[in-house]
Nanobody, 123 residues
Framework: QVQLVESGGGLVQPGGSLRLSCAASGFSLDYYAIGWFRQAPGKEREGVSCISSSDGSTYADSVKGRFTISRDNAKNTVYLQMNSLKPEDTAVYYC?????????????????WGQGTQVTVSS
């Protein structure tokens, strides 16, 4: 049974921090690149960050310097540390896995998706 489960979302004030987790079961993340995407109401799903199977990372310009992606293969989990959060970061955040070593932000190419976790940044 292949699953990705996100956790760690919630309500935070502007300037605050959250750490999202993406736990995999039924397959090993060792051989996949893992992407974080987000979708706000009425907007397209957009790539936020990606980590390759060799731990190379990619970030959207909007989050560079604020977000950090990492993986713990022993726990079969990928994390997204989000600092200096802004109201425009408010969205449902999804993790997804794509086979291969490289990172991509093409939604249609990802093999597995989690159900998402809500992040709300508001005063």
């Amino acid at each position: 049974q292949v699953q990705l489960v996100e956790s760690g979302g919630g309500l935070v004030q502007p300037g605050g921090s959250l750490r999202l987790s993406c736990a995999a079961s039924g397959f090993s993340l060792d051989y996949y690149a893992i992407g974080w995407f987000r979708q706000a109401p009425g907007k397209e799903r957009e790539g936020v960050s990606c980590i390759s199977s060799s731990d190379g990372s990619t970030y959207a310009d909007s989050v560079k310097g604020r977000f950090t992606i990492s993986r713990d293969n022993a726990k079969n989990t990928v994390y997204l540390q989000m600092n200096s959060l802004k109201p425009e970061d408010t969205a449902v955040y999804y993790c997804a896995a794509v086979g291969g070593a490289g990172c991509i932000f093409a939604v249609v190419l990802y093999d597995y998706w989690g159900q998402g976790t809500q992040v709300t940044v508001s005063s």
